[in-house]
């Protein structure tokens, strides 16, 4: 499984972005998507996750900003960023967790997101 994201760039605080993750391979609709974000010297944290029924869970920090959603017909889990604020800096990264038969997580490389204030 292969996993390409991206979208990332510049934005003034209060913009918006879209990020996309294409996923290569069979597992898509089955697998829970997910983007995490990890900011200079701090963890890799959730950011959304979007199960393959199409229901969402959301990181507390960016609850009403950001929606995530899916096109499995594309193999395509989208971010989009919203009102966003210069604490959302980060390098964002596509993860999908394979639930199928046995478990595994894969991961894009990160797209960074800088948001000036």
């Known amino acids: 499984v292969q996993l390409q994201a991206s979208g990332g760039g510049l934005v003034q605080a209060g913009g918006s972005l879209r990020l996309s993750c294409v996923a290569s391979?069979?597992?898509?609709?089955?697998?829970?998507m997910g983007w995490y974000r990890q900011a200079p010297g701090k963890q890799r944290e959730l950011v959304a996750r979007v199960f393959s029924d199409g229901s969402t869970v959301y990181a507390a920090s960016v609850k009403g900003r950001f929606t995530i959603s899916r096109d499995n017909a594309r193999n395509t889990v989208y971010l989009q960023m919203d009102s966003l604020k210069s604490e959302d800096t980060a390098d964002y990264y596509c993860n999908a967790h394979r639930t199928l038969g046995f478990t595994a997580d894969y991961w894009g490389r990160g797209t960074l997101v800088t948001v000036s204030s």
């Open positions: 391979g069979s597992i898509f609709s089955h697998a829970i």
